[in-house]
């Protein structure tokens, strides 16, 4: 895998784009800025890596368009060291993002094949903190929890009971919710029993299944 100047040239037309449609946390750009969005790709949509664009990645899945991606990292607020678990691995472009954010990583995928694709291409390229797990995200991970922030990156169709109790008191979930099309809930943890939910607009994503999957690519 190579990181040519003209992948640098295009990531950076791709991070002012994002800019322009309204992402302002400017560390979230740098590191957007610095992860080769190709490497989580296929060869064959190489040329279009820089695209603000999902792409297929197997498994009937996809991955999370650029904007979609800054847009779910600027509502958690990312801080260095917290504890984020992410619902939803696939690629692994996102967790890459947490991570080079100082964040520690925690990413559930229920499709064995992407699981192991993505393992080993974190591995290979330097992401070895990034801890995954095969498992059904809607149980979370309660052997790892209170997490300081929760990412879902699959449209769920309500907001999923277990994982807000996974949330520390102060904690953040970031959650796509609707059938055909998911409206972005920012829910906030205030006290053992009250949340405070905002709504960020309509987005589109692959949906949020139960149970794991043991199938090849
Ligand atoms: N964050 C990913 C987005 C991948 S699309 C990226 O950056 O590429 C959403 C992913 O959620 C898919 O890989 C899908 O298999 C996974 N998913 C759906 N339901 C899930 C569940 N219950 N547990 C874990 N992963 C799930």
Partial sequence: MTDTYRHKGLRNKLVQSLRKKGITDERILSVMNQIPRHFFLEKAFEEQAYKDQAFPIGCEQTISQPYTVAFQTQLLEV?????????????????????????????????????????????????????????????????????????????????????????????????????????????????????????WGDFRFVPFLSGIQKRGL
Avoid at 113 to 128: E, N, R
């Fill in 79 to 199: 801080k260095k060291r917290e504890k984020i678990l992410e619902i939803g691995t696939g690629s692994g472009y996102q967790a890459a993002v947490l991570a080079s954010l100082g964040a520690r990583v925690f990413t559930i995928e229920r499709q064995e094949a992407l699981y192991k694709k993505t393992k080993q291409l974190l591995d290979d390229l330097g992401f070895s903190g990034i801890r995954m797990y095969f498992k059904d995200g809607y149980l979370g991970l309660p052997e790892f929890a209170p997490f300081d922030k929760i990412l879902v990156t699959a449209g769920a169709p309500e907001v999923p009971e277990k994982l807000l109790k996974q949330l520390k008191i102060g904690g953040v979930l970031v959650v796509p919710v609707g059938v055909k099309i998911q409206r972005m809930l920012r829910i906030i943890r205030l006290s053992e029993d009250e949340f405070k939910q905002e709504e």
